[in-house]
């Protein structure tokens, strides 16, 4: 069978990536965004994005309003860093655990 078409489709480069997302970007979303955006950002693809939020099973969790779905950035963030965890001052360290408080032994 002949090829009809009178130019060509220039064909697509696979091998390119897609941007990475950083804290910046991803804060800059807002306070949600959608499923396909938190998918993109998690490695996923939208389909599954889709299926995982359909079936309760997404990474962070997704609000559904209506029949659009969305992701609250704060918590995808916090699923991206989940070592990093904000406390409101200095970690406790032997200097300051609160032992000078108790009597002394």
Do not use: C
Not at 45 to 69: D, W
Not at 75 to 91: C, E, S
């Amino acid at each position: 069978m002949r090829d009809r078409r009178r130019t060509r489709t220039p064909h697509r480069a696979t091998t390119a990536t897609p941007p990475a997302w950083t804290d910046e970007a991803i804060r800059a979303l807002g306070a949600t965004t959608d499923v396909v955006t938190a998918g993109q950002i998690l490695g996923l693809s939208r389909n599954t994005a889709y299926t995982l939020a359909r079936t309760g099973t997404f990474p962070v969790p997704v609000i559904k309003a209506g029949a659009k779905y969305r992701v609250p950035v704060p918590a995808l963030l916090a699923a991206l860093r989940p070592d990093h965890v904000d406390h409101h001052g200095p970690p406790p360290t032997a200097d300051n655990t609160g032992a000078a408080d108790s009597p002394p032994t």
